[in-house]
């Protein structure tokens, strides 16, 4: 059943839009998290591509992305989450890494 609390201005709402206004809150917090550890993995492939200029390597290194989907997978069973779904972010996340890693080379 929905509850109905009068709020500053005297009108009243339900608690569950409350509720609702609160969780997207949340989610906002979290999205913006999101972006700035996307950043934050971005800025770290700069430095990457500057070593594998000085060292003469490859943008692309087939084992390290092993690793990192591997490492996405037991992470996504670890926080319960479907691994295809988290495995599909990653794939995303080492393309735009292999794009800003070519702009920097
Ligand atoms: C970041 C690197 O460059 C590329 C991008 C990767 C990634 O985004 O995780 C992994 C391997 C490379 O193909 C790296 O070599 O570590």
Redesign the pocket.
């Known amino acids: 059943m929905t509850e109905h609390t009068p709020d500053t201005d005297s009108t009243v709402v339900s608690t569950d839009e409350m509720d609702l206004d609160e969780l997207r809150e949340e989610i906002r917090s979290i999205d913006r998290e999101i972006v700035e550890l996307i950043a934050q993995r971005t800025y770290v492939?700069d430095s990457?591509a500057r070593v594998k200029t000085e060292r003469g390597l490859a943008?692309?290194?087939?084992s390290?992305?092993e690793a990192?989907m591997a490492r996405a997978g037991e992470n996504a069973e670890r926080f319960d989450v479907d691994a295809n779904m988290v495995k599909a972010i990653f794939r995303l996340?080492?393309e735009l890494?292999?794009i800003e890693?070519r702009n920097e080379r």
């Open positions: 492939a990457i943008t692309t290194d087939e390290q992305e990192v996340l080492i890494n292999k890693q």
